[in-house]
């Protein structure tokens, strides 16, 4: 059982940068691909950014790709969500997830995925 826990979130201008953090219990945090996703007031979850359990692969959205990183300590159990040049489209409840052994790949995908974090809301002013 892994249990996440994001955190980092806040108020930000437009431009500004947020980092984010998804804390994992468990002692396999290493085994599983992580993903961050977001969902903004009357729209679905979208994907935004993976790293995969193996081999430093990474995969973002369009979106943000070039503005936002992902990275994670295994030896802290903790993936990041580095946002940068935040636009207020970026607004949204940002949620962490986990696949074991999963692929990028597969994190892509909105849905099905073992374990979520209860979120983290991000607003970004004009």
């Known amino acids: 059982q892994v249990q996440l826990v994001e955190s980092g979130g806040g108020l930000v201008q437009a431009g500004g940068s947020l980092r984010l953090s998804c804390a994992a219990s468990?002692?396999?945090?290493?085994?599983?691909?992580m993903g961050w996703f977001r969902q903004a007031p009357g729209k679905e979850r979208e994907f935004v950014a993976a790293?995969?359990?193996?081999?430093?692969?990474?995969y973002y959205a369009n979106s943000v790709k070039g503005r936002f990183t992902i990275s994670r300590d295994n030896a802290k159990n903790t993936v990041y969500l580095q946002m940068r040049s935040l636009k207020p489209e970026d607004t949204a409840v940002y949620y962490c997830?986990?696949?074991?052994?999963?692929?990028?790949?597969?994190?892509?995908?909105?849905?099905?995925?073992?374990?979520w974090g209860q979120g983290t809301q991000v607003t970004v002013s004009s």
């Open positions: 468990g002692r396999t945090f290493s085994s599983y691909t």
């Open positions: 790293f995969s359990w193996s081999g430093s692969l990474t």
């Open positions: 997830a986990a696949d074991y052994r999963g692929t990028v790949q597969a994190m892509k995908i909105t849905q099905g995925h073992e374990y």
